[in-house]
């Protein structure tokens, strides 16, 4: 069970200077959680689970405070954060973890690169509860919006039990102009998107993106662009219960 004011832990691979964490984190703080906010000092879009840059090195920080919060900046990755805060670098252990807000939506199955979904799922290694929220725009107007549904993730994930990992996907709208709320399957990666140009300096450049064409209709992507927000919750490495494997290449090893 969780302590009457639970430990939450905010990160996200944005930076700790954007605007989603500025944006989420006096929300939560408002709502009565200990929050403690330890993300990275730049971007770190797109870095999944890595933190092994990390290992074996000083880390070095930076912090400010604006709103009442303090904003604990970190050389590394949000993975990497979860596993300092989980540690105890910041204090004690969080009970919690929202990571977000992020600038830009985190669907289909290419979430596994994700940094913003990677930190949640972190959390869920150490026997921690972990929600991830993404806003579907590059530029994003409505941040309240977003920080206002994290907050009510957060207090329901809080009952559910301990490892729990959902993503979450925000439409740029103002709250009353939400569809509604809809559990999502994560659209297949049906083919990735290639474009070839030339550098400046004359290098051939290659830009690798994802594509998901004529998404489900009940997918994160059809979903989201439809307006809703959309919750699917997901698990970590999971070992699976079948030695067939095993008892395969060993018969073979014994040949």
Do not use: C
């Not at 490495?237 to 395969?248: C, F, G």
């Amino acid at each position: 069970m969780l302590p009457e004011r639970p430990r939450v832990l905010i990160t996200n691979d944005d930076g700790y200077l954007a605007p989603g964490i500025r944006a989420l984190a006096p929300t939560i703080a408002q709502l009565g959680y200990d929050v403690v906010v330890v993300a990275p000092l730049l971007d770190e879009s797109g870095v999944g689970s890595a933190r092994a840059a990390m290992l074996g090195r000083p880390i070095r920080t930076a912090s400010d405070e604006e709103n009442g919060v303090t904003y604990i900046g970190i050389e590394g990755t949000p993975a990497g954060a979860v596993t300092l805060a989980a540690l105890g670098a910041f204090g004690p252990a969080p009970d919690l973890v929202l990571s977000g807000i992020n600038r830009g939506l985190n669907v289909g199955v290419s979430i596994f690169h994700s940094g913003t979904v990677a930190a949640a799922v972190t959390a869920s290694g150490y026997g921690t509860s972990g929600v991830a929220v993404s806003l579907d725009s590059d530029d994003p107007q409505y941040w309240p919006t977003a920080a206002t549904i994290a907050g009510e993730a957060l207090g329901w994930i809080a009952a559910e039990p301990a490892g729990t990992v959902v993503t979450i996907n925000v439409p740029d709208r103002p709250l009353d102009q939400v569809a509604g709320v809809r559990h999502a399957s994560l659209a297949p990666l049906t083919h990735s998107r290639l474009v070839r140009s030339t550098a400046p300096t004359g290098e051939p450049m290659i830009l690798l993106g994802p594509a998901y064409p004529d998404p489900d209709p009940d997918s994160d992507v059809a979903l989201l662009a439809a307006g809703f927000v959309t919750v699917t919750p997901i698990v970590g490495i999971r070992e699976v219960a079948d030695d067939t494997a095993a008892n395969a290449l060993a018969k073979r090893l014994n040949r």
